[in-house]
């Protein structure tokens, strides 16, 4: 069984800069691919950026250029390095894990953004 673990949320102005970290355990191969997800009040779960165990990246237009997402060498944590935040980035932040045939999400992590 594999369990995530984020790390990283908080309180920051905006302009600033926050890096979310979320760590597999169990037993896991370097086959997979991460994800980040935001969920805002009111507002449905939406994509963040995601990151195949290639190294590919997929970002959403609303944080290119601002956020990075990467892994560590092991591919068992994920980072989501957030820079020039704004009030809009305000949400739950989610880590999914897809490996072998099943999709696995962390338990979320409060970012806010105050203008």
């Known amino acids: 069984q594999v369990q995530l673990v984020e790390s990283g949320g908080g309180w920051v102005q905006a302009g600033g800069s926050l890096r979310l970290s979320c760590s597999a355990s169990?037993?896991?191969?370097?086959?997979?691919?991460w994800g980040w997800y935001r969920q805002a009040p009111g507002k449905q779960r939406e994509l963040v950026a995601t990151?195949?165990?290639?190294?590919?990246?997929n970002y959403a237009d609303s944080v290119k250029g601002r956020f990075t997402i990467s892994t560590d060498g092991a591919k068992k944590t994920v980072y989501l390095q957030m820079n020039s935040l704004k009030p809009e980035d305000t949400a739950v932040y989610y880590c999914?894990?897809?490996?072998?045939?099943?999709?696995?999400w962390g338990q979320g992590t409060q970012v806010t953004v105050s203008s």
């Open positions: 999914n894990f897809f490996h072998v045939v099943t999709l696995y």
């Open positions: 169990g037993s896991i191969s370097s086959d997979n691919a």
């Open positions: 990151i195949t165990s290639g190294g590919s990246t």
